[in-house]
């Protein structure tokens, strides 16, 4: 397994706006095509206006494959044009599991 790691910093005061917009338009696309969504989360402490979010992966081919079905969708197409002016910063990392870890 790996984890595609995503942290966006959302423009200051537009936390709400996102978030519904998200939960609307982006999180059904992303939950049909890229299927195992591990965490969403907000920070608290920090970087301020931070969400992250983890996706469950087999392997690095299945994320390609998936990300690029997502990215060809017209919906998750639609949804990038009116989220993008809420984003200030993109991250991503993959991560992968040691031998301990609980998620594998």
Known sequence: MI?????????????????ALYEKEGLPVQSKILGNLLGFFVTEVGTLNTIVHWWGYENFAERERRRAQMNAD??????LAKAT????EMENRILTPLSFSPLK
């Open 74 to 79: 017209p919906a998750w197409q639609a949804y």
């Open 85 to 88: 002016p809420y984003l200030q």
């Open 3 to 19: 984890v595609d790691e995503r942290s966006y910093r959302l423009v200051p005061g537009k936390l709400k706006e996102w978030q």
